[in-house]
């Protein structure tokens, strides 16, 4: 495709070759001939000058120079996921079908266009919207609830009475309704299991990343609010509530009982104890230990977490240390010798 080609459909203002040939799209320290790439972070700036791509996308205020065709843009970032989709090579969506190796109960109900795959089993009960897709291998339990144009990709495990809206994407290997971690204690130490009779609730366009673990509610909803989207390898505990167009790191954890506001940042490794609040557009730093509410739009990292400016300047100090013990001997020293 011409790079001229991509401007027009994309937008933007060309610098440069617009007959140059576009094949892929790269990094810009990958990126060789033929290919585009983009610019979203200044601290990779220097790499513009130095990259072999044809092409470059940048900010419409970019300044300095560079070794290849230009296309400015108001959101680089936006405008190269919109580029990538155009090279990007999608498998064929399955077919409306139920594959002759799954088991899929009698009183299901499996509405127009909807894909079972091999070895799936739809238990009794459940009921599928419109084009959604089920990948091999993946287990419905029963009266699950799943929206319109929604896909399961393989080994997805929905547990009974989930409720999974529309155009909800789901990766491998997560499950969706396991019990929440919940026992008494009796009095000679042992435990007994507390029934988790409730259920998970995901809204739409929720996307949720491979082996996540959402456990379902001791009474009530685990919920997980329209928009929000969850990376790989989180935990969320039973009665969690998260708000819309929340982000959810890799392994972060969230103990039960815990509300997460919209447009909250949960970064990688971080991990929220049971019955706090956290505010709207909060951001929880990564691997910060969360042990108390968390007000809207703050900004908390650290073990306890704390506000992210004295986060900063306690590391600070914290690095000074060793030369504050030195002064502290060499005035030490003196005394002595003074003595």
Not at 320 to 337: A, G, H, M, N, S
Request: aromatic share 4%; hydrophobic share 40%; with cysteine.
């Amino acid at each position: 495709m011409k790079l001229s080609e991509i401007v027009e459909q994309l937008g933007g203002s060309l610098e440069g070759n617009g007959d140059t040939e576009i094949v892929a799209v790269a990094g810009l320290s990958e990126a060789g001939k033929g290919d585009i790439s983009f610019l979203a972070n200044p601290k990779y700036a220097v790499q513009v000058a130095e990259t072999k791509a044809s092409a470059v996308i940048v900010p419409t205020d970019w300044d300095r120079s560079a070794s290849c065709a230009l296309v400015r843009v108001e959101n680089s970032d936006q405008v190269f996921a919109q580029v990538a989709e155009l090279f990007f090579e999608a498998p064929p969506k399955p077919a409306a079908k139920v594959h002759p190796s799954a088991v899929v109960a009698e009183s299901a109900q499996l509405a127009e266009g909807v894909s079972i795959g091999a070895n799936c089993t739809v238990e009794e009960g459940v009921v599928i919207g419109e084009n959604t897709v089920i990948s091999p291998n993946c287990y419905i339990g029963y009266k699950t609830l799943i929206g319109t144009e929604s896909f399961l990709y393989p080994l997805v495990s929905t547990r009974e009475f989930t409720e999974i809206g529309d155009r909800v994407i789901i990766h491998n290997g997560t499950v969706v309704g396991s019990d929440g971690f919940g026992y008494a204690v009796q009095e000679d130490g042992s435990r007994t299991k507390i029934p988790q009779i409730g259920k998970v609730v995901i809204e739409d366009d929720v996307e949720i990343g491979a082996n996540v673990a959402i456990d379902r509610a001791r009474f009530g909803k685990t919920r997980i609010g329209k928009g929000t989207k969850i990376d790989n390898l989180v935990q969320i505990a039973h009665n969690v509530v998260i708000g819309e167009h929340s982000v959810l790191c890799g392994q972060a954890g969230i103990s039960g009982s815990t509300t997460v506001g919209s447009r909250t940042i949960l970064a990688g490794q971080s991990g929220l104890a049971g019955h706090l609040e956290v505010g709207d557009g909060a951001i929880i730093g990564a691997q910060a230990g969360v042990m108390k509410d968390v007000p809207d739009k703050a900004f908390v990292i650290g073990s306890p977490a704390m506000p992210h400016l004295q986060f900063k300047k306690m590391v600070a100090n914290t690095i000074l240390l060793p030369k504050l013990k030195e002064k502290i001997k060499q005035l030490e020293d003196k005394t002595d010798r003074l003595g």
